[in-house]
């Protein structure tokens, strides 16, 4: 089996993901993700040409996100017409799962050079848009598993762990100061680029927009809880509340406590980040110097009505393929979708605060659904340049229970 070496990693700034709110709300997503894939090649002096394949994750892949966005971004990016491009849905972890296609194919020896990774517009597109709840309406299905909201599925998450309120939102202040250091220090300038008008080229935004470094833990805990009256209110399959439809499976559980909260969950945003996936036979044949390489990869099913607390399992499956254990990694990268997902996973794995998430994460950051991943680990590349450390894991949960991982070494 040959090696995947990751050559360079780029990402838009994060916008506002709410129509006519964020800076970024006026630009189509094919146009983002164009502007990511031209970023990456352009700026490592590669012939577009030499681009065997594209592959963006999306999640909602319906009007503008529909059409096969990567193809379509491919050409108006004014790439070759030969090199193709190809769109998946793997939720959450799409922009991850990108990248992990485009590292399968290469250490199988079937291609040398790609770009993976993805993008979301949840201002044009919105979460939900291509119809149907997490299980489809699909009532067959709704007997066997009825998928609740992920919003009431991580309170139940912070139920089943005893993670209380001020947990979550210690937490989620955390993110916010981590982040705000990281942006006045410049950390994350290597991977961003700044997003410009297609049509006059004006720069629209060079900076996140979406975090907050005033936040402060009495504002956090002010919040009311978003989850509250749909999963005590709303009605199930059968005439139950989603509230208890969710504790079905976890019958230790008399009440779920909804703790989540616009201000610990991830913020709805737009973005795009592309990656440069390259063959040990394209780095010799090329010069180009890699920066890390691919040492694992893994994704996995579990519960799908907690949903959330698959990332361990995943980290697990990658740990024991590369013969380390959670204490070789220097770095983590765990998606903040929600504060007791990464607290889930961190005492799973006992895993040191220190080493997770040390420049803030999707609570500050924002959340652009089929491009997270991607960008996680463009900041994990970075992150170990900048401290001068070897290896990094990222990971992701999914909905309908699921999720993905990758183990990484700087080279």
């Given at each position: 089996?040959?090696?995947?070496?990751?050559?360079?990693?780029?990402?838009?700034?994060?916008?506002?993901?709410?129509?006519?709110?964020?800076?970024?709300?006026?630009?189509?997503?094919?146009?983002?993700?164009?502007?990511?894939?031209?970023?990456?090649?352009?700026?490592?002096?590669?012939?577009?040409?030499?681009?065997?394949?594209?592959?963006?994750?999306?999640?909602?892949?319906?009007?503008?996100?529909?059409?096969?966005?990567?193809?379509?971004?491919?050409?108006?990016?004014?790439?070759?017409?030969?090199?193709?491009?190809?769109?998946?849905?793997?939720?959450?972890?799409?922009?991850?799962?990108?990248?992990?296609?485009?590292?399968?194919?290469?250490?199988?020896?079937?291609?040398?050079?790609?770009?993976?990774?993805?993008?979301?517009?949840?201002?044009?597109?919105?979460?939900?848009?291509?119809?149907?709840?997490?299980?489809?309406?699909?009532?067959?299905?709704?007997?066997?598993?009825?998928?609740?909201?992920?919003?009431?599925?991580?309170?139940?998450?912070?139920?089943?762990?005893?993670?209380?309120?001020?947990?979550?939102?210690?937490?989620?202040?955390?993110?916010?100061?981590?982040?705000?250091?990281?942006?006045?220090?410049?950390?994350?300038?290597?991977?961003?680029?700044?997003?410009?008008?297609?049509?006059?080229?004006?720069?629209?935004?060079?900076?996140?927009?979406?975090?907050?470094?005033?936040?402060?833990?009495?504002?956090?805990?002010?919040?009311?809880?978003?989850?509250?009256?749909?999963?005590?209110?709303?009605?199930?399959?059968?005439?139950e509340t989603l509230d208890q439809l969710a504790r079905v499976p976890y019958s230790a559980v008399d009440a779920i406590r909804h703790v989540h909260t616009a201000g610990n969950s991830s913020?709805?945003?737009?973005?795009?980040?592309?990656?440069?996936?390259?063959?040990?036979?394209?780095?010799?044949?090329?010069?180009?110097?890699?920066?890390?390489?691919?040492?694992?990869?893994?994704?996995?099913?579990?519960?799908?009505?907690?949903?959330?607390?698959?990332?361990?399992?995943?980290?697990?499956?990658?740990?024991?393929?590369?013969?380390?254990?959670?204490?070789?990694?220097?770095?983590?990268?765990?998606?903040?979708?929600?504060?007791?997902?990464?607290?889930?996973?961190?005492?799973?794995?006992?895993?040191?605060?220190?080493?997770?998430?040390?420049?803030?994460?999707?609570?500050?950051?924002?959340?652009?659904?089929?491009?997270?991943?991607?960008?996680?680990?463009?900041?994990?590349?970075?992150?170990?340049?900048?401290?001068?450390?070897?290896?990094?894991?990222?990971?992701?949960?999914?909905?309908?229970?699921?999720?993905?991982?990758?183990?990484?070494?700087?080279?």
């Amino acid at each position: 089996m040959g090696q995947a070496y990751l050559l360079d990693a780029v990402r838009t700034p994060r916008g506002r993901g709410k129509a006519g709110k964020g800076a970024l709300s006026g630009v189509h997503p094919q146009e983002l993700f164009a502007q990511a894939i031209a970023r990456v090649v352009d700026r490592n002096a590669i012939p577009r040409g030499e681009v065997e394949d594209v592959i963006a994750g999306a999640v909602s892949q319906v009007d503008e996100q529909g059409c096969n966005l990567a193809r379509n971004a491919v050409l108006s990016a004014g790439f070759p017409i030969e090199v193709p491009g190809v769109t998946l849905n793997r939720f959450c972890g799409s922009g991850l799962q990108a990248v992990q296609f485009a590292a399968a194919n290469v250490m199988a020896g079937v291609q040398d050079l790609l770009v993976a990774g993805g993008v979301e517009s949840m201002s044009r597109v919105p979460m939900g848009s291509d119809g149907g709840n997490g299980d489809g309406n699909n009532d067959h299905l709704r007997r066997r598993y009825f998928q609740v909201p992920q919003g009431v599925s991580a309170d139940l998450i912070a139920t089943v762990e005893g993670f209380t309120r001020e947990d979550v939102d210690r937490f989620a202040l955390e993110s916010q100061r981590k982040a705000a250091a990281a942006v006045a220090d410049g950390r994350f300038a290597r991977s961003l680029f700044p997003v410009t008008d297609p049509a006059t080229g004006d720069v629209l935004l060079a900076a996140d927009e979406t975090p907050r470094a005033d936040t402060t833990i009495d504002g956090l805990l002010s919040l009311p809880a978003s989850f509250a009256a749909v999963g005590e209110n709303q009605v199930g399959f059968a005439g139950e509340t989603l509230d208890q439809l969710a504790r079905v499976p976890y019958s230790a559980v008399d009440a779920i406590r909804h703790v989540h909260t616009a201000g610990n969950s991830s913020g709805l945003a737009d973005g795009a980040a592309a990656v440069l996936v390259a063959s040990e036979a394209y780095v010799r044949r090329s010069g180009h110097r890699p920066r890390a390489r691919v040492v694992s990869m893994a994704v996995v099913g579990s519960e799908p009505i907690i949903m959330l607390t698959a990332p361990s399992a995943a980290v697990e499956i990658a740990l024991r393929k590369a013969g380390m254990q959670a204490g070789d990694v220097d770095l983590w990268e765990i998606n903040e979708a929600f504060a007791a997902v990464a607290l889930q996973v961190m005492r799973k794995l006992n895993l040191d605060p220190a080493r997770v998430n040390v420049n803030g994460g999707a609570i500050a950051l924002g959340h652009p659904l089929g491009a997270t991943g991607a960008m996680l680990l463009g900041t994990a590349m970075d992150e170990l340049e900048r401290a001068d450390k070897s290896t990094a894991a990222v990971t992701l949960c999914i909905a309908g229970g699921q999720a993905v991982a990758l183990i990484l070494e700087r080279v």
